[in-house]
Nanobody
Framework: QVQLVESGGGLVQPGGSLRLSCAAS????????MAWYRQAPGKQRELVAT???????NYAESVKDRFTISRDNAKNTVYLQMNSLKPEDTATYYC???????????????WGQGTQVTVSS
């Protein structure tokens, strides 16, 4: 059993900053790629950023140079630092992790519960 618990969402003014965290726990052997997604009302879920186990990163064009994804492998935690926030960033943000279990072969994907980010003046 693996759980991903998110925190850090909230209300912020345009131009402000917010830092999201997502911690994985359970019978984990190793964690591969971790990612952040977001979904606004009436929109499909979109990929925001990814990070590999050796810290290689990729970003959606809409957030590059404003958001930074990072991870702490010792804590099985991924972060998303969001700067220069815009109203268009308003969405529910979900973390995702690809996990190798301690007791089973193969990789399994897990999702966080989601955290709301609202950017409004």
């Amino acid at each position: 059993q693996v759980q991903l618990v998110e925190s850090g969402g909230g209300l912020v003014q345009p131009g402000g900053s917010l830092r999201l965290s997502c911690a994985a726990s359970g019978s984990i052997g190793s964690v591969g790629i971790m990612a952040w997604y977001r979904q606004a009302p009436g929109k499909q879920r979109e990929l925001v950023a990814t990070i590999t186990s050796v810290a290689s990163t990729n970003y959606a064009e809409s957030v590059k140079d404003r958001f930074t994804i990072s991870r702490d492998n010792a804590k099985n935690t991924v972060y998303l630092q969001m700067n220069s926030l815009k109203p268009e960033d308003t969405a529910t943000y979900y973390c995702n992790a690809n996990v190798r279990l301690a007791w089973r072969t193969g990789w399994y994907a897990y999702w966080g519960q989601g955290t709301q980010v609202t950017v409004s003046s």
